[in-house]
Structure formats: C-alpha cells, structure tokens
C-alpha cells in the first residue's frame, strides 16, 4: 500500500509541476510569437512618423522623400494631407472611394479608428493633418476602458487565478491518479502474492489487461514448476530414506556377526582384529546413512519438529559429559562458560543436541594434534537474541572456505571437496538452525587461528 501511496504522490507531483511549466512555456511562447510577428514590419505609428518627417513643402506644393515613399509601398499604404478646412492638400497614392473634403465631425469620427473601413493614423503636421491609411481589414483597432480600481486589482485576480489553476490541475491528476492506482493496486498486490509464491489470477480487462495475462501465465508457471520441485525433492527424500531403510538391515546383520567374531576367543587374534575393523567401519556407515537421511528430510522441509522450552545449557552439559565418559582423548580439552543459563528457547532437543554434538566433533576431527574446545552462552543487548557459542584454539578454516563450508558435499555452490570426514556435519547444523528460524555463524581467528561457530537463536520464539 505505500508503494501505491507513493506512485499516486509523485504522479500528483510530477502532473502539477508539468502543468506550471506548460502555462509558463505557453506564455513565452505566445509572447514570443507576438512580439516576433510585431517586430517583422514597422508598426503604423513608425511609418506615419516616417511619413512626416518626409513630407517637404516647397512654395505651394508638397514633396515625400524617396525613404518615406518606399516606406509606404513596402506597407501598402497610402497618405494624404488636410489643411484646416479639411481639403486634401496633398496624397500619396490615395484610393478613389475616400473623399478629399472632410467636415470637422467626418474628422472626429476616422481620427480613432477607420476611414471608409480603412485603418488610418493621424499626425499634427504644423497647423494640418497627415493621415495614413492601410489596406482594409489589414489592422483591427478597438478602444478598451478599464476602471483604474480593477487595474489595481489585477495582481492579485493574477495569483488567485494561478492559485485556481493549480487547485484545479490537482484535483483533475487526483481524480486521474486514483483511477489509475484503482488498475494499477491488483498488479501490485499480484506481484507480491507472485514473490510470495502464491496463487495469482488477475482480472484480464482493463488498460492493463497485457500485464495482468503476463501475471497471470508466470503465476501459473511458477506454481507448475514449484509443485514439479516439491514432488521431486518429495521423491528424492523418500528415496533417500527408502535406501537407509534398506541398507540399515543388511548393515545391522553385518555389524551383528562382526561384533560377535570380535568377542569370539575362539578365533584367532588377527580374525578378531580384522572383524573389530568391519565393526567400526560399518558403524562409521551406519552414522553416514543416519546423517545423510536426515540431513535430506531437513533440506526438503520434511524433518517434523517436536517443540518444547528447552535450556541450551542443560544439553551443553549433556553432550559435554558424553564426550568425556567415551573416553576423550587427553588432547582434548572441553570448557563450559555457560553464564546465561535461565532464557529458554523453542525447540527440538534431538535435533539441538546433535547440533551441539556436531560442532564439538567437528573441532576434535579437524584438529588431530588437539585443541581446547569452549562452550558458552550470551544474549544480545537487546535481549531478543540467544546465542550458543562453541570454540576452539585449533587450527581453524581459511576464510575464503567459510562461506562454502556450510553447503552439502559435491554441491555446485561447494568448490572444495571435503578432505576430512563425510563434510555433513556443519551443514546438517546450520540446517537445524534454518529449522529453528536461527542461523549459524562462523568465523576464524586472528591468523586463521580456531574457529567459532555461533548458533543464533530467537528468544522465545514460537516456531
């Protein structure tokens, strides 16, 4: 809806400004045109001045100068001289129809607008009347009276018409936006239902009716291609877990017999070693398929969540202690500063204890010459965070792997092959935490030295 708010506002915006510049380009333009087409020829005053200054008596006759005479030829004009008993004393081309003797009312009347329907301007020449007239229906000549209040009063008729129009253009690209953000809303909420992978069906009709099928097909291909994903991430988890069911009990068979020939006495001693042998590498498969599984069941969505308030630090103690009764090795060293202990979270104990348990074997198979292994709790300043920290001094990940290390074996977003162990461990951890609408951070230490991982979590979270 603010997207929408914000469209409608910067069309009203961009409708007013546009209608300012038009008015005032209008106004330019009209007052460039006019005063062009005003500057192209000499205005009548000009020439009737010219005509003047032209006009040379010499003892009883009159004589017009070349300049002045080409002035009135260029115009079309002609020109006569009245005495003051309103004879023409002198012409220049004067047409038959108008007279050459004129009464002092003949003369008010044509002294302000036309003579015979000529437009004619009058000059004081001495004690005579120069008189100059243009083609008919070449000039209009009308006399406007204006009261001096209204004149006084026009700047401010000016910006109160300005302040009209602009009223005026608002509300006309009020009316226009709405009706366009009333076509445009359905795209809109579309195209968010789109990005939120849900169902769309636009109404086709309409200026947008284009955009809208455009929707509409893309919506429908989405959901055909996320319904094909589903059924085949659906078909490969359920593969996955079908061949660990089956390989679970031929390996079962197999780790049976093998652990009974290792404690058989009455096998030879290299038989019993090479069945211990088959024991713990069949073992090592069996924890491969059970983390492959469900690392599988956790990457399609398809692992369920038992939930319940659970204390990371309670199972930090658990996993701690489990390490050391299966005989950790003396290398090993394992602390626990667990300083925030009463804040609860929302989660699956089973899958957060193999969390904890995953990242403490990470740091005991990653650093076979040994290392201190930390475990610690905090809480963010705001209290909304829960953060489950497990440290070691060993010798770390290099950083350019960090971003990769977290993705599954022989994925294309992994470059490197996993050198040490199946390379499920981290990933199925931070699997977890997406579960868990947590997160997994990590990062080395100064010279590539240790590594922490940081399990986000949010406190009292309903998931």
Known sequence: ?????????????????????????????????????????????????????????QDDSYHLDEHAARLLQHNQAWAMLLNEDGHVQWSYHLPD???????????????????????????????????????????????FNF????????????????FINVGLALLISVAIGTRLIRGIRPLVTGIHNLAKEQMVQLDSKGIFGDLARSINSASAKL???????????????????????DIRTPLSIILGYASEMEDNSDLPKDQRHLAGIIRRQGEKL?????????????????QPLHLKPIRLSVLARQVATDFLNNGL????????????????IIGDEKLLLRAIHNLVQNSICHNPQGCKIVLETSLSRDKSQYYFIVRDNGRGI????????????????????????????????????????????????????GLKAVMQFPVQSKI
């Open 223 to 245: 959901q055909n291609k996320t319904a094909a994903l589903k059924a085949r991430d659906e078909a490969r988890s359920n593969w996955i877990a079908g061949i660990s069911h």
């Open 147 to 162: 009261l001096s209040d209204w004149l006084r009063s026009v700047p401010q008729r000016l910006i109160l018409l300005s």
């Open 97 to 143: 129809d108008v007279p050459r003797s004129y009464n002092l009312v003949e003369v008010a009347k044509f002294s302000r607008y036309y003579l015979m329907d000529y437009p004619v301007y009058i000059f004081q020449y001495g004690d005579d009347l120069v008189v100059v007239g243009y083609p008919k229906k070449s000039y209009w000549k009308y006399q």
């Open 1 to 57: 809806m603010e997207g929408i708010i914000r469209i409608l506002r910067r069309f009203v915006t961009t409708t007013i400004f546009v209608s300012i510049f038009l008015l005032i380009f209008n106004f330019v333009l009209l007052g460039t045109l006019v005063f062009k087409k005003f500057t192209q020829r000499p205005s009548p005053e000009g020439v009737l001045k010219q005509v003047s200054q032209g006009l040379v008596r």
């Open 329 to 344: 090795d003396d290398r090993y060293n394992i602390d626990l500063k667990l300083t925030v202990e009463a804040v609860q």
């Open 286 to 302: 069996r924890s491969l398929v059970s983390d492959l599984n469900l690392v599988s069941m956790l990457e399609y969505e398809m």
């Open 398 to 449: 290099p950083r350019e792997q960090l971003m990769e290390i977290t993705e599954l074996p022989y994925s294309s977003k992994r470059k490197r092959a996993t050198r040490e162990g199946h390379g499920l461990g981290l990933p199925m951890v931070s699997r977890i935490m997406r579960a868990h609408h947590g997160r997994l951070i990590l990062s080395s230490g100064v010279e590539q030295r």
